[in-house]
């Protein structure tokens, strides 16, 4: 966003920098830690958490930080925030709850202990830029519907696939046209990938296996599409996405997709494995003015009636602290959901799975995810599998079935649990409301 640097600027020459936060401190947030005291003026890095200190360490001694303090209550926390310190806490609530800090960036990854620093940081009121497609897959609609009521952005980040997505879907309707596909470039997609496949790649990068598994087993694709559905309204044009293997340009794709059924479906969101220019993601649309599409065959976007539009990469960590800027001084979100789910990411089975088992983590042995339009998943029943991890098997689920509630136990007292259920009753209800009316 281009207004943000002169913003951001205007910020550090007035010597009030947006004081940020950060929860997590893995390969990502060492990343995001580097970025902002070197590159971002206008925005300092006022506190890390972990749950290993030394990782938090870390995070600040690679971005040249060195006198840090280690915090364990609020009031220290907010001493050093006041006094232009830099803290470290392995407790991530007194983040969410101490004054000072305009807005948290959430870095873990985790379902269910994101889940806790998200309500919290929303309870205190500051805003939250996350890292975090499984939390916001599994129930970002609540979790947006808190944040509303207590005045904060919740959103995804620049950077992330689905940022990027989210920005040229929005250039695309600025310049008139009605975008039908939201598409994401892979390099890889083979759902039975694990973290012992996968743990050369991960070493050679210094990233973990299991994240390196989520992304080459389509489960973190699977929900980097759903928010962005969510985020847009559309939809999947089957369970687990079309997902072409295409080893072109994705400009030569626009006449592999029905224009009526995509427009039928209000829009859909899918992936292309192998196609160029990798890893980057693209937006097809449509325009209904005859004398428009004559000025974009002009400027060599062909006869339509898709029209390609695409961002060649990606660049994560480097684009987040954007996010950030958009929310403190904008009030703009990256990637939101726009109401109830549209697309969930559901449970499928990896390998044969044995009644009694407890169910692995994402990016593991047992499971992977695949993208489902919401009304079938809640028709069917089927089990999120940002709800998966820890769930008893009460019956044995053969490889590559999907699993349902009726499968499983769900371990007692998590609050993931209990926020699904009221995203479920909460949108259902509005549902009932407007037709009602």
Not at 68 to 85: C, M, P, Q, T, Y
Not at 202 to 230: C, L, Y
Not at 361 to 372: D, K, V
Request: net charge negative.
């Amino acid at each position: 966003m281009i207004i943000v640097d002169r913003a951001l600027e205007a910020r550090a020459e007035e010597g009030n920098p947006i004081k940020v936060g950060m929860i997590g401190a893995g390969f990502m947030g060492r990343g995001i830690a580097n970025q902002i005291a070197n590159s971002v003026p206008g925005m300092e890095l006022v506190a890390i958490s972990n749950r290993s200190i030394d990782a938090a360490k870390r995070a600040y001694s690679e971005a040249g930080i060195e006198d840090f303090k280690i915090v364990s209550r609020v009031s220290d926390l907010e001493a050093s925030i006041a006094n232009n310190g830099y803290a470290i806490a392995e407790d991530a609530m007194l983040l969410c709850r101490a004054s000072g800090i305009d807005a948290l960036i959430e870095v873990t990854g985790a379902v269910e202990f994101g889940a806790h620093v998200v309500m919290e940081a929303i309870t205190n009121g500051k805003h939250v830029i996350m890292m975090n497609a499984e939390l916001d897959g599994t129930i970002g609609p609540i979790l947006k519907v808190h944040a509303d009521k207590a005045g904060v952005i919740l959103s995804a980040c620049d950077g992330d696939q689905p940022g990027v997505q989210m920005n040229l879907y929005r250039f695309v309707k600025s310049i008139g046209l009605t975008p039908l596909l939201c598409g994401n470039i892979k390099g890889l997609q083979d759902p039975y990938r694990n973290p012992t496949t996968q743990e050369a790649f991960a070493k050679r990068w210094g990233q973990k296996p299991h994240m390196v598994t989520s992304f080459a087993d389509g489960t973190k694709i699977s929900f980097e599409q759903a928010i962005v559905a969510n985020a847009t309204g559309m939809k999947v044009a089957k369970r687990g996405m079309l997902g072409y293997d295409f080893k072109g340009h994705v400009d030569e794709m626009t006449n592999m997709y029905d224009v009526e059924q995509l427009k039928e479906l209000g829009g859909i969101v899918d992936y292309v494995v192998g196609a160029k220019p990798g890893p980057g993601v693209f937006v097809f649309g449509t325009h209904d003015d005859p004398k428009q599409r004559h000025y974009l065959n002009l400027y060599k976007l062909g006869e339509g009636p898709l029209y390609s539009f695409y961002t060649p990469y990606h660049l994560c960590h480097f684009e987040v602290p954007i996010s950030v800027a958009r929310a403190v001084l904008f009030q703009d979100y990256v990637l939101s959901p726009l109401g109830g789910p549209i697309v969930d990411v559901i449970t499928t089975a990896k390998i044969n799975l044995k009644a009694g088992e407890t169910l692995d983590g994402i990016g593991y042995y047992m499971t992977y995810g695949q993208c489902e339009n919401s009304d079938t998943t809640q028709k069917q029943n089927l089990l999120p599998i940002g709800l998966a991890e820890g769930c008893r098997l009460k019956r044995d689920v053969p490889k590559d079935a999907v699993l349902t509630y009726e499968d499983v136990e769900l371990p007692e007292g998590r609050l993931c649990d209990k926020l699904r259920m009221e995203q479920n009753t909460y949108f259902d209800s509005s549902k009932n409301l407007a037709m009602a009316r």
